[in-house]
């Protein structure tokens, strides 16, 4: 009884260690940094989808004046962004 009571607490702890942290950068915030980092002289930047995944946002974007495309990627606690992919037709 006593080794079922510890690893019930055991249990616990571990799923409330893997719980995702709290994002301090909303999903709009991320999009218009994207927006920032991309738009340039020669058209506009549109976003075309935004995924969440291990506390960032994927963020695919398009400059169809400029004929841009891509992906980035930005933290949901710093607001750091990566590009993870682009391309000019």
């Avoid at 950068?25 to 291990?54: C, F, M, N, P, Y």
């Amino acid at each position: 009884m006593k080794g079922i009571a510890t690893m019930f607490i055991f249990l616990i702890f571990i799923i409330s260690g893997c719980n995702t942290a709290e994002l301090k950068v909303a999903e709009e915030q991320a999009k218009l940094s994207v927006i920032e980092q991309h738009t340039k002289h020669i058209g506009k930047v549109k976003i075309l989808s935004v995924d969440l995944k291990r506390n960032s946002y994927l963020i695919k974007w398009e400059n169809e004046e400029n004929c841009e495309k891509g992906i980035d990627s930005v933290d949901g606690e710093s607001g750091a962004i990566e590009m993870i992919e682009a391309s000019i037709c």
